[in-house]
């Protein structure tokens, strides 16, 4: 496993990198989120309350996710459904 060496000049180390792109993920579920609700808004011919619930269990039910390919995956998964206009 790649060990790099501490040097007090450096900004970057491996966890604050890790750290960052955790913080990235973090801002790029927020996000998704955010549009979500804000889509539910404008929905004329379906169940709002249905649609705001069905959004809140499937992040409740990921939130717990750790394996990057699944976090990854379940954000594509909510931005298809943003594209589709369609609960996937």
């Not at 889509?39 to 309350?49: A, H, P, V, W, Y």
């Amino acid at each position: 496993m790649f060990k790099p060496k501490y040097d007090e000049n450096t900004k970057w180390t491996l966890q604050s990198l890790e750290d960052k792109m955790i913080q990235c993920r973090s801002v790029q579920v927020i996000s998704l989120y955010r549009k979500l609700l804000r889509k539910g808004r404008s929905l004329q011919f379906t169940d709002k309350e249905y649609y705001f619930q069905r959004i809140r269990s499937e992040f409740e039910k990921n939130k717990n996710l750790e394996r990057k390919e699944d976090i990854q995956r379940s954000i594509e998964k909510g931005q298809v459904f943003l594209e589709r206009n369609a609960l996937v």
